[in-house]
């Protein structure tokens, strides 16, 4: 197994040391010869990577180099696969993309919904940007993207790189959901094949199966009716919201018991009673600035002061380890099944060939294989198309600098809908977002 050299982008992220502690989990399934950091913020970078540099001498001694830099042709220099995970303007913007359509009494969502668009039309340039000077600097290397709003991301990287290889986004909702699942039949996740289609943020599972191939589908759906539906992965298992969120999933069976939904649906499908709990000084950025940024800067310090580990608790989440394995499926061509964003192409055969969707497939060193959905019932076509209509907007309000594409988007949002609405909320993001979007005309 050649030893891969990693760049982790947006290295000062509140998911690195994470990210990191998977890594060294990993390292018989993915040896690194060395890893590296970029990010455009030196001093967030330097606490975190200084911090890394102590966890890696203690458990990656092994390691040939470890580096942290803000300039681009040194990090992105002979490097194998780059991890971006990056936030542009920060969790200061998110909240003002969650806050701004609160007071119109819309949930600002920073995936999904108005909060996403904002989101979106400012990440589009620093990843295309960066995409860019990746290939620049090592043309051969897989990219393997996470930033947010990765539909939207995927969207726009389709457009403007059609004919790049070695690019795939990937989200951890579905493989967090499954750890769920896993929990509850007391089962290995690993050994769980699951069924799903949709968008990212915006599908269902249609079946789950253990490795013998019995399908475990039903017994799920009659536990979390009986029992309710808890997040299980220890970096969410105790926050409250992601409990409320995955309680969610109850609500959404017992409406539509066909499939089993991807949290992230209840905004969607529940936008009215999700603005009524928010409260607009407390939106999830907030929970997050004194939630996991918190931790993870007092993890660090703790870290520094010590010059060692000793003092702090570190532990593997599902969602790097999601990101390790399925590169290692990529990188050492291994074609496991891993739920990825790819080009429709006719996947899911009743929706439009050029919509990203998000299904399974197996990974291999010449690209993603998904498998063949089929046709999918009238209420999801319509439900995705309406959603991927949304999506493609966007990205189109940021190549053609359109205003009218921007509002053509919130307008479809199912969270906003009402056309004055979307148009104050429009108006007030981009006086917010100035210097960050496209001047939209
Ligand atoms: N797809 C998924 O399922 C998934 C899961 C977890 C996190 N994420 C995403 O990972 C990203 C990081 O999240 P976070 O909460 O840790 O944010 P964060 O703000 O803590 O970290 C992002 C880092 O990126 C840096 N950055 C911003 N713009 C940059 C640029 N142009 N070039 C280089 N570095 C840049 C920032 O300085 C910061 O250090 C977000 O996009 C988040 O949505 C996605
Ligand atoms: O509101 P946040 O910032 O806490 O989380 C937003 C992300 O939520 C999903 O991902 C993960 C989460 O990031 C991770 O820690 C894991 O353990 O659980 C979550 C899934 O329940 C989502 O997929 C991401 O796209 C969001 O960025
Ligand atoms: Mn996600």
């Known amino acids: 197994m050649k030893k891969q050299n990693l ?10 040391i994470g990210m990191i502690m998977s890594l060294i989990a990993e390292k018989k399934n993915f040896p690194l010869n060395s890893i590296t950091f970029y990010d455009n913020d030196e001093k967030r970078q330097e606490k975190v990577a200084k911090a890394t540099s102590i966890i890696l001498d203690e458990y990656y001694p092994e390691l040939e180099s470890f580096h942290y830099t803000t300039d681009k042709e040194t990090a992105f220099t002979g490097i194998d696969i780059a991890f971006i995970q990056i936030r542009t303007g920060g969790l200061q913007m998110r909240e ?9 009494g819309v949930v600002g969502q920073e995936t999904c919904g108005p909060g996403g668009m904002a989101y979106g039309l400012r990440s589009i340039r620093d990843m295309i940007e960066l995409v860019y000077d990746i290939k620049k600097y090592s043309k051969d290397a897989w990219i393997l993207n996470y930033t947010n709003p990765a539909a939207i991301v995927a969207e726009a990287l389709k457009r403007e790189f059609p004919q790049v290889p070695k690019l795939i986004n990937i989200c951890d909702m579905p493989i967090a959901i499954m750890h769920s699942f896993a929990t509850m039949l007391n089962k290995n996740i690993w050994d769980l094949v699951p069924s799903y289609f949709g968008l990212n943020h915006f599908g269902w599972f249609t079946k789950i199966e253990d490795s013998e191939g019995n399908d475990l589908t039903q017994i799920i759906k009659d536990t979390i009716m009986g029992e309710g539906f808890v997040p299980t992965d220890q970096e969410i298992a105790n926050d409250q919201s992601w409990q409320q969120t995955f309680e969610q999933a109850r609500k959404m069976l017992i409406d539509f018991p066909e499939f089993l939904p991807n949290t992230y649906l209840q905004y969607y499908l529940y936008p009215d009673d999700l603005a009524k709990k928010e409260s607009l000084t407390n939106t999830r950025a907030r929970q997050v600035i004194n939630g996991r940024e918190k931790r993870i800067t007092e993890l660090c310090n703790q870290i520094i002061q010590d010059k060692s580990t000793k003092n702090v608790e570190l532990h593997v989440d599902i969602h790097g380890v999601y990101m390790v394995k399925a590169a290692a499926s990529l990188v050492y061509n291994l074609k496991q099944t891993y739920i990825v964003m790819v080009e429709n192409n006719g996947i899911i055969s009743n929706i439009p060939d050029d919509a990203m969707v998000e299904v399974p497939a197996l990974l291999t060193a010449s690209g ?6 089929g046709k999918v019932p009238t209420f999801y076509k319509g439900l995705i198309e309406n959603q991927f209509a ?11 600098n359109s205003y009218t594409k921007a509002l053509q988007a919130l307008t479809l949002n199912r969270m906003v809908v009402h056309v004055p609405t979307a148009k104050a909320i429009l108006d007030d993001l981009i006086k917010a977002n100035k210097g960050y979007w496209p001047e939209l005309q």
């Open 7 to 16: 760049v982790i982008v947006g290295g000062g992220s509140t998911y690195t």
């Open 96 to 104: 003002m993309d969650e806050q701004i359509p609160l007071k119109y």
């Open 368 to 373: 993603p294989k998904p498998f063949s959905v």
């Open 390 to 400: 949304y999506e493609k907007l966007v990205a189109d309000a940021y190549f053609e």
